[in-house]
């Protein structure tokens, strides 16, 4: 099981557009997909077209992370596909998520995803956790039961500084061995065509992060938006456009499922 974080320490770079690419790439071709909302903003709840009021979400489960009947309750079907738990489900965002977004968590609390998705390994081949714009509780809870984090930016000064940060911190954090989180790379979202800013500042990043810039960067797309307003898969929306932004997400997809390869032939064997 490959637990993929999608964070951005800036809001507004599009990571929830990211995360709902992902899920449906994924869905897309048939992989069991988890989708977790840390965002107590619960934006990918709502574009899987799953209810942000749900009785049980992912603020119960950070509650009570080793209660198996709460896990159980909290995993419902993405509303893209109907009622057929297993294919892609969602852990649900809440607003009370935020009171576990506090700058300091102890390594137990920062442990509490983690114990809670070990519960569930073998009923999915991927996990996305769409994380807050922030680096607090959340995103630290995130990242720590996280094997990868693709770090979503656009092409302007401001995104670039955010995304060094980000990959510093998750380096920090795999410094202190409280998790063995390695970056998949950068996302550069929303590029326009024609751009000379957008060039220069992804020209900018190639420079300073290499070959952690992941291609291709996704093009800024009306597409994007529609089919998220109405609550459905990239994949399945009509047109050339939609096509082409959903070929983007699938070979995002294809990157991070090849980099969990390689980080099995890395490990130890037991």
């Not at 893209?80 to 968590?105: N, Y």
């Not at 009923?123 to 996305?128: D, H, T």
């Not at 039961?145 to 500084?161: G, H």
Request: proline letters at 7%; charged letters at 25%; hydrophobic letters at 40%.
């Amino acid at each position: 099981m490959l637990v993929l974080s999608i964070s951005s320490l800036k809001g507004g770079v599009g990571k929830t557009s990211v995360t709902l690419g992902l899920a449906s790439a994924a869905y897309n071709r048939g992989i069991p997909t988890l989708v977790v909302d840390m965002d107590p903003q619960a934006d990918s709840s709502t574009g899987l077209d799953v209810p942000t009021s749900t009785r049980v979400d992912i603020a119960d489960v950070l509650a009570a992370p080793k209660s198996q009947k709460i896990l159980s309750e909290a995993i419902i079907p993405s509303g893209w596909v109907g009622d057929k738990l297993g294919q892609l489900d969602v852990i649900s965002g809440s607003p009370r998520a935020a009171e576990f977004d506090r700058p300091s968590l102890s390594e137990k609390y920062l442990r509490r995803l983690e114990d809670a998705l070990s519960r569930v390994a073998k009923g999915y081949r991927l996990v996305l956790i769409d994380c807050p714009p922030s680096l607090n509780g959340l995103t630290r809870t995130a990242w720590t039961a996280s094997n990868r984090v693709a770090v979503v930016t656009e092409p302007s000064l401001f995104s670039v500084a955010a995304a060094d940060r980000a990959l510093r911190a998750a380096d920090e954090l795999r410094q202190r061995g409280t998790s063995d989180i390695q970056p998949l790379g950068l996302v550069v979202n929303r590029v326009r065509a024609g751009s000379n800013e957008h060039d220069y500042r992804i020209t900018e990043m190639r420079e300073m992060f290499g070959p952690l810039v992941l291609n291709p960067p996704l093009a800024e797309r009306a597409v994007m938006q529609q089919a998220q307003g109405s609550a459905r898969p990239i994949h399945t929306w009509p047109g050339k456009p939609a096509e082409e932004v959903a070929t983007s997400f699938d070979t995002l997809l294809e990157r991070a499922l090849r980099s969990e390869n390689i980080r099995s032939r890395n490990t130890p064997k037991q």
